[in-house]
């Protein structure tokens, strides 16, 4: 076997090419029919070509395989604004109720808040003492409880003057870890002492049930705005993120 | 409704149709950019992005072929594509080209044919293996026209608008591309029909 025609100059494989297609101008073909009169290689060029661009051209054409019309999103089109940044402004007004719900439920509870954790401490260290006062609590009628509250706002040193010898070493103990506030040590002493001061328990038992019967709700507006924050604040990011990566 | 009208529509906003175009075109398009990628998902990118980016750049288009404007875009997309594989040969076209997995050519099609026995069928499955081996062999700009005239059936004029050089150039590159792919070939012609076997037979 031989190739020799591959040895022919590089233009006349060019115009044997593009003779083979038809796109060879009129004097160049004729010069090209002349030699291929004469010249075997030639002849075999041409067919080398001709073969070649025949083999190629049954590669059969493949049927998309899906369609790429363009969606509006993809055109850069923002129809769907209407609804888009309608969510927007949901999830920030989830947000700003769910500021304001906690910033409420902050300072409205604030000073039962403040001695919830040393309380809960005690409740934990002393649970005789602490059922106590839940008894006391449920038996304390509220108007009853809001009268104490006022006796005791007017009687501050009341709470002042419980001694501290009577705190147990618990009591002492959870006092050193953390410098404990008037309100701490409060309820230290709802802790410390439910069978002395019985007046005083009682004032503290009923602002523990104001608190229980105020924050059960709070927590349930808590809860629900900030479920509604997370799933329009996701929905929002997803959509975002879609729509960037077109 | 005529190209031209729909082009016109599709100029002033219309994207139903641009969409029109879109459909008439797609078949093509995705060929070029399967042919010169040589992986149908790239090749699905390509096409995608070309639409996109003919939408955005359509009023731009000043007449002429807009075919030959498509095709363009799609060859910019696969070129812009192939060479950002360079620069991150992690992603290179060889670790990724599924021409070497049969199945991945079954899949795109590339095997209708009338073939009827099992024989014929697996004989023509490895011609175009070897012509899609061949085919992805070439430099990607002797491909590149080798596919819109060989393959596509384009004329000169039209390819040199597609990849936008000189008539001469396209002649030089076709020549070039068919010796490269004559000779590769020939490392399959146990596989070629007896007509193509042609040097034992002239010589």
């Known amino acids: ?246 | 409704m005529d190209e031209e009208a729909l082009i016109h529509m599709a100029q002033g906003g219309d994207l139903t149709a641009f969409n029109r175009l879109v459909l008439a075109y797609q078949i093509q398009v995705y060929n070029l950019a399967l042919r010169i990628m040589g992986d149908p998902h790239a090749a699905d990118d390509a096409t995608q992005e070309a639409f996109i980016s003919a939408y955005k750049a359509l009023k731009r288009f000043r007449g002429g072929s807009f075919r030959s404007w498509l095709l363009r875009i799609v060859t910019n997309a696969c070129y812009d594509e192939l060479r950002r594989r360079k620069r991150h040969p992690t992603l290179s076209f060889e670790t990724i080209n599924p021409l070497d997995d049969p199945e991945q050519q079954d899949a795109s099609g590339f095997l209708e044919s009338s073939a009827e026995s099992p024989e014929e069928l697996a004989a023509q499955s490895e011609l175009a293996e070897a012509l899609q081996k061949c085919l992805q062999g070439l430099p990607v700009e002797f491909r590149t026209v080798a596919v819109l005239i060989d393959v596509q059936g384009h004329d000169y004029q039209e390819a040199s608008q597609v990849i936008d050089v000189p008539l001469g150039t396209i002649k030089s590159r076709l020549a070039r591309a068919r010796l490269k792919l004559q000779e590769c070939l020939q490392g399959y012609r146990e596989l070629l029909p007896g007509k193509f076997r042609l040097e034992d037979e002239t010589v």
Request: charged share 25%; hydrophobic share 45%.
């Open chain 1, 1 to 246: 076997m031989t190739e020799d025609w591959r040895n022919l100059p590089e233009r006349i494989l060019e115009d044997l090419s593009a003779y083979a297609d038809g796109e060879l101008a009129p004097e160049a073909s004729r010069q090209i029919e002349e030699q291929l009169r004469s010249s075997p290689d030639y002849r075999k060029a041409l067919q080398a070509f001709r073969q070649t661009k025949q083999l190629i051209g049954s590669i059969p054409e493949i049927r998309a395989p899906r369609s790429y019309a363009l969606t509006e999103e993809m055109a850069g089109i923002r129809s769907r604004r209407g609804w888009f940044p309608s969510r927007q402004f949901a999830t920030a007004l989830a947000a700003l109720m769910l500021a304001v719900v906690v910033g409420v439920d902050v300072l409205t509870t604030g000073p039962v808040g403040a001695g919830m954790s040393p309380e809960m401490e005690l409740r934990a260290q002393a649970p005789e003492a602490a059922d106590q006062i839940e008894a006391t609590a449920e038996l304390q009628p509220l108007e009853e409880a809001e009268v104490e509250m006022g006796q005791e706002a007017e009687e501050p040193s009341a709470a002042l003057q419980a001694p501290q010898g009577t705190a147990t070493p618990e009591g002492e103990i959870a006092g050193d870890m953390a410098a404990p506030t008037e309100a701490e040590e409060e309820s230290f002493r709802v802790g410390e002492e439910p069978l002395g001061l019985a007046g005083e328990s009682e004032a503290e038992a009923s602002r523990l049930t104001t608190f229980f019967a105020e924050r059960p709700l709070l927590r349930s507006i808590e809860l629900l705005l900030g479920a509604v924050f997370l799933v329009l604040a996701l929905s929002v990011l997803f959509r975002s993120r879609a729509a960037d990566s077109f």
